[in-house]
């Protein structure tokens, strides 16, 4: 089903159509849209809305779906995809415990890069010459990089342990945490950078820390361009004088400018994609019920539910991806029910209330081509 998304309210820009993405017998299932690549093919993962732990991955397109394991007690949840269809992620095995992460594509199915024996892994990126990045799970957790010549290599740490590998560009560079503790419990003592986890980039063999001013941070994807998107943690008092409160503030970085905040939607905001154009989504709020869908371009952030008819039925909680058609993936609420969905610019031309609020510096983005207006 097709809804046309229509204007709310000052450059312009296109309106969107929006598609929920549905699986076969997925009354039961709550699906959670991933990626998508450049040749329209979206991955998502679906678990049970019954809370068992039951959970698959699927490729979708155009409302065709494929699932990515049908094997009796193999479990997976998928996290990228790039233009030649292979497909990241990690799958569980409830006969003998196993977490492997994958690399998989609907031709060969599983491949299974070799990651340190038996140790448990996540793949998490993937870029078109089918290099792949995640973390090795053992008493540190390791970020690797893996390819079909070399294997699989340990990259290095920042500080003194755990790290782990978001996304990797087409020229090789790769984004993603190190410190000493990737699953920090909230809330975090900001005043101390010892054993706080920093957003990171992986170059030519080193480790380059990108926000040095600041405690805590992550490092979500790279396009090739070589921008850096992501989020830090800030501190707000809450006029006590004594506890403050820790918000999220979504940052942009690259080889110039450094890490520069993105202008927020609300008190807190996460991006989390960017596309070669320069265009980011994320998400603001705190969780489910205040959650909303966002788009950042030319330096200005919206709530990309200003982009829907009133009487869609949706709300658009969170983007995860855009594709550098403009298409962008993400999960919310449709009819009162959790779906996936998917936008596609229509071309119906509009001016779009920003969420915000904010200044950034424009330099930062390349000028962008108006293919969607």
Same mark, same amino acid.
């Given at each position: 089903?097709?809804?046309?998304?229509?204007?709310?309210?000052?450059? $312009?820009?296109?309106?969107?159509?929006?598609?929920?993405?549905?699986?076969?017998?997925?009354?039961?299932?709550?699906?959670?849209?991933?990626?998508?690549?450049?040749?329209?093919?979206?991955?998502?993962?679906?678990?049970?809305?019954?809370?068992?732990?039951?959970?698959?991955?699927?490729?979708?397109?155009?409302?065709?779906?494929?699932?990515?394991?049908?094997? *009796?007690?193999?479990?997976?949840?998928?996290?990228?995809?790039?233009?030649?269809?292979?497909?990241?992620?990690?799958?569980?095995?409830?006969?003998?415990?196993?977490?492997?992460?994958?690399?998989?594509?609907?031709?060969?199915?599983?491949?299974?890069?070799? *990651?340190?024996?038996?140790?448990?892994? %996540?793949?998490?990126?993937?870029?078109?010459?089918?290099?792949?990045?995640?973390?090795?799970?053992?008493?540190?957790?390791?970020?690797?990089?893996?390819?079909?010549?070399?294997?699989?290599?340990?990259?290095?740490?920042?500080?003194?342990?755990?790290?782990?590998?978001? $996304?990797?560009?087409?020229?090789?560079?790769?984004?993603?945490?190190?410190?000493?503790?990737?699953?920090?419990?909230?809330?975090?003592?900001?005043?101390?950078?010892?054993?706080?986890?920093?957003?990171?980039?992986?170059?030519?063999?080193?480790?380059?820390?990108?926000?040095?001013?600041?405690?805590?941070?992550?490092?979500?994807?790279?396009?090739? %361009?070589?921008? *850096?998107?992501?989020?830090?943690?800030?501190?707000?008092?809450?006029?006590?004088?004594?506890?403050?409160?820790?918000?999220?503030?979504?940052?942009?970085?690259?080889?110039?400018?450094?890490?520069?905040?993105?202008?927020? $939607?609300?008190?807190?905001?996460?991006?989390?994609?960017?596309?070669?154009?320069?265009?980011?989504?994320?998400?603001?709020?705190?969780?489910?019920?205040?959650?909303?869908?966002?788009?950042?371009?030319?330096?200005?952030?919206?709530? @990309?539910?200003?982009? @829907?008819?009133?009487?869609?039925?949706? @709300?658009?909680?969170?983007?995860?991806?855009?594709?550098?058609?403009?298409?962008?993936?993400?999960?919310?609420?449709?009819?009162?029910?959790?779906?996936?969905?998917?936008?596609?610019?229509?071309?119906?031309?509009?001016?779009?209330?920003?969420?915000?609020?904010?200044?950034?510096?424009?330099?930062?983005?390349?000028?962008?081509?108006?293919?969607?207006?």
């Amino acid at each position: 089903m097709l809804v046309a998304l229509t204007p709310s309210a000052a450059s $312009a820009m296109s309106a969107y159509t929006v598609t929920p993405i549905q699986l076969p017998d997925s009354s039961e299932l709550t699906v959670f849209s991933a990626a998508i690549n450049n040749s329209n093919v979206v991955v998502v993962w679906a678990g049970s809305s019954n809370g068992s732990t039951f959970q698959s991955s699927y490729t979708w397109q155009t409302g065709s779906t494929q699932e990515v394991s049908t094997s *009796v007690g193999i479990y997976t949840t998928s996290y990228a995809i790039n233009d030649s269809g292979n497909v990241v992620g990690t799958k569980y095995n409830t006969a003998n415990g196993d977490s492997q992460g994958y690399i998989w594509n609907s031709n060969q199915g599983f491949v299974y890069p070799s *990651v340190l024996g038996t140790d448990s892994s %996540i793949i998490f990126g993937i870029n078109n010459q089918n290099q792949a990045v995640g973390v090795v799970e053992n008493t540190i957790n390791s970020a690797f990089v893996w390819d079909q010549t070399t294997g699989a290599t340990i990259l290095p740490s920042f500080g003194t342990g755990d790290s782990q590998a978001k $996304a990797i560009n087409d020229s090789g560079q790769i984004v993603g945490t190190s410190g000493n503790s990737l699953f920090t419990a909230y809330p975090i003592d900001l005043n101390s950078s010892i054993g706080l986890e920093h957003a990171v980039l992986w170059q030519n063999g080193t480790v380059v820390d990108l926000t040095p001013n600041t405690a805590w941070s992550k490092a979500e994807d790279i396009n090739n %361009i070589g921008q *850096v998107v992501g989020y830090r943690m800030r501190t707000v008092s809450n006029g006590d004088g004594v506890s403050p409160n820790f918000l999220l503030t979504p940052f942009i970085w690259d080889s110039v400018h450094g890490e520069v905040d993105l202008p927020l $939607a609300g008190d807190q905001s996460t991006a989390v994609a960017i596309n070669d154009i320069g265009e980011i989504v994320g998400h603001s709020g705190s969780g489910d019920a205040d959650a909303r869908a966002l788009l950042w371009e030319n330096g200005v952030v919206y709530d @990309l539910n200003t982009f @829907l008819d009133p009487n869609s039925g949706w @709300l658009l909680q969170y983007a995860t991806d855009i594709n550098n058609a403009g298409e962008i993936v993400g999960t919310g609420i449709y009819d009162g029910q959790s779906s996936a969905f998917v936008l596609t610019p229509s071309g119906v031309s509009f001016v779009p209330e920003p969420a915000l609020f904010g200044v950034l510096m424009l330099g930062l983005f390349p000028l962008r081509r108006h293919r969607r207006g």
